[in-house]
């Protein structure tokens, strides 16, 4: 399937300081029906923005909400948070020879463990404000857990339906926060059952009253503008940065990560950075994307990596966009890569996250590699889940050798490893 055709034909139906316009022909209506697609084309929808009157950032505020005049929420009185946001720039001093610098966007120290808290809080601040029934989505345990805790916050339910192979630690994270939860044979993994899915639950949502929490624009977009807030911070914290990685499952992040990015006024410099998307080798979404075809995998995922494995891309308009459009590219990495990209992480800079938290990470160790990166570089990359949330991966990381158990009177010659 080609990639859809831009008209670029814009006619502003809605009113207020947001609306919902058609990525294909244009027409734009106003925020409010959960029917996520273009009544005129069937094209995809995105949120616009007037023009703000004055800065966009809320100085009384912290986090995700710091941008809530880019986000689609009418009355701050609705907001749902945990703290998420504000997550910090850590350096990389000595990670890649060749380079300006690198820091790591910890987005793995949000509440839950992961980038999808920002996600979660504008889809249950929604909520919140339209009255709505609760939240529904798929997720590989990373989206779930977020919406857990922010139903929660919200009271209201949230039902979530999961790849059948989900790490179980994320599937004791997303009941523990009381959600219910079923897992769903073929999703993730097959690209003709992941979309079925996808658009199932999507349309059930609507017609329920139900915010759909599928982490990809084609189905979420208000939702979605919460991991734009990842470039807002990157852009005031580290204005200098040249280049951003970001690992590609539905390609949500990497959209977002783009949008962020062309809004005017956040960048000092008036420089964008590059936007690279990082994907496992084992599930191949992005590159035939680039060459317009958004059909999905032909084959088998065979990657391992839990939270990419994602058989057709959510948002993949919008990550070709995010590539494109900033002068980007993709990397395909290993699961091998990943993992030793990830131990790295751990074992040299002190930051635990899990495999497709370090896949960014990997996607900069090949880039250098490969000599794609300029010596003026400064590389972002983004830490999407923290390292509890894959047991099989810590587990490999951590060894399976007993610890040693000893006496009070051993602990002096135990203390000759520090030698």
Not at 244 to 273: D, E, H, K, M, W
Not at 282 to 310: E, F, I, K, N, Y
Request: charged share 20%; net charge neutral.
């Amino acid at each position: 399937m080609n990639g859809p055709e831009r008209s670029g034909r814009a006619t502003h139906g809605g009113s207020g300081r947001f609306w919902l316009q058609c990525r294909v022909c244009g027409r734009s209506r106003e925020a409010g029906s959960l029917r996520y697609r273009c009544a005129d084309c069937g094209g995809e929808l995105v949120v616009r923005y007037a023009a703000a009157s004055g800065g966009w950032q809320d100085p009384a505020r912290r986090g995700v909400w710091r941008y809530r005049d880019r986000l689609p929420l009418h009355d701050p009185a609705n907001i749902v948070s945990l703290g998420e946001g504000a997550t910090p720039l850590v350096e990389l001093t000595g990670a890649v020879s060749g380079i300006a610098s690198v820091q790591v966007k910890c987005e793995h120290l949000n509440p839950t463990g992961s980038f999808k808290d920002r996600i979660a809080s504008v889809a249950l601040s929604i909520v919140r404000e339209r009255g709505l029934a609760g939240c529904v989505g798929t997720s590989s345990g990373n989206g779930g857990a977020a919406a857990a805790a922010y139903a929660s916050r919200a009271g209201v339910p949230a039902a979530l339906f999961a790849l059948a192979d989900t790490a179980a630690p994320k599937l004791r994270q997303i009941r523990a926060l009381g959600a219910r939860v079923h897992l769903v044979d073929g999703l993730g993994h097959d690209a003709a059952a992941t979309d079925s899915a996808a658009t199932t639950i999507a349309a059930i949502a609507a017609d329920r009253g139900l915010m759909p929490l599928l982490t990809g624009g084609r189905f979420s977009p208000e939702a979605m503008e919460g991991a734009t807030t990842i470039a807002y911070e990157i852009a005031e914290d580290a204005p200098a940065t040249t280049v951003v990685y970001a690992p590609v499952g539905g390609g949500g992040l990497l959209s977002a990560i783009g949008r962020g990015f062309t809004a005017g006024g956040l960048i000092a410099n008036g420089a964008r950075p590059r936007v690279v998307g990082v994907q496992p080798a084992g599930c191949p979404t992005l590159r035939p994307a680039l060459a317009g075809d958004l059909t999905g995998l032909r084959g088998p995922c065979t990657t391992t990596v839990s939270g990419l494995q994602v058989a057709v891309l959510f948002d993949g308009v919008g990550a070709v966009d995010a590539v494109r459009e900033s002068g980007g590219h993709l990397t395909e990495v290993t699961d091998e890569e990943i993992l030793d990209a990830q131990r790295i992480l751990a074992r040299r800079h002190g930051i635990l996250v899990e495999p497709a938290g370090a896949t960014a990470f990997a996607g900069l160790l090949a880039d250098a590699a490969a000599g794609r990166l300029d010596p003026s570089d400064r590389a972002v990359i983004v830490a999407t889940g923290a390292g509890y949330k894959d047991a099989g991966a810590l587990a490999r990381l951590a060894g399976d050798d007993p610890v040693p158990r000893i006496t009070a009177d051993q602990i002096t010659a135990a203390m000759d490893i520090l030698r």
